[in-house]
Nanobody, 124 residues
């Protein structure tokens, strides 16, 4: 089992930055990598970014357009998502996920574990 706990969400204004963190515990080495997804009210869950624990490809959803950066700290078993130039369309619950390699490189990563989510609200 792997447990994922997100933190760092909150209310910000358009143009601001926010950094989300995900602490992973348990059998993290049983997973290929970590990812962030988001879900806005009334919309389907959307892929944001993914990073493998070791090697492999880091990649982002098309809407990111260079605004977000995913990173990891293997020693601390944490994954972060730095979000810059936020806009109201980024308002959503952001979920940390662990899984792969099935689907890696696409928005349809096979996710084995989900965090509980953290709310990000961007006001205009």
């Amino acid at each position: 089992q792997v447990q994922l706990v997100e933190s760092g969400g909150g209310l910000v204004q358009a143009g601001d930055s926010l950094r989300l963190s995900c602490a992973a515990s348990g059998r993290t080495l049983s997973t290929y990598g970590m990812a962030w997804f988001r879900q806005a009210p009334g919309k389907e869950r959307e892929f944001v970014a993914a990073i493998p624990w070791r090697g492999g490809s880091i990649y982002y959803g098309d809407f990111v357009k260079g605004r977000f950066t995913i990173s990891r700290d293997n020693a601390k078993n944490t994954v972060s998502l730095q979000m810059n130039s936020l806009n109201p369309e980024d308002t959503a619950v952001y979920y940390c996920a662990a899984g792969g390699p099935t689907g890696w490189g696409t928005s349809r990563i096979l996710v084995d574990y989900w965090g509980q989510g953290t709310q990000v609200t961007v006001s205009s």
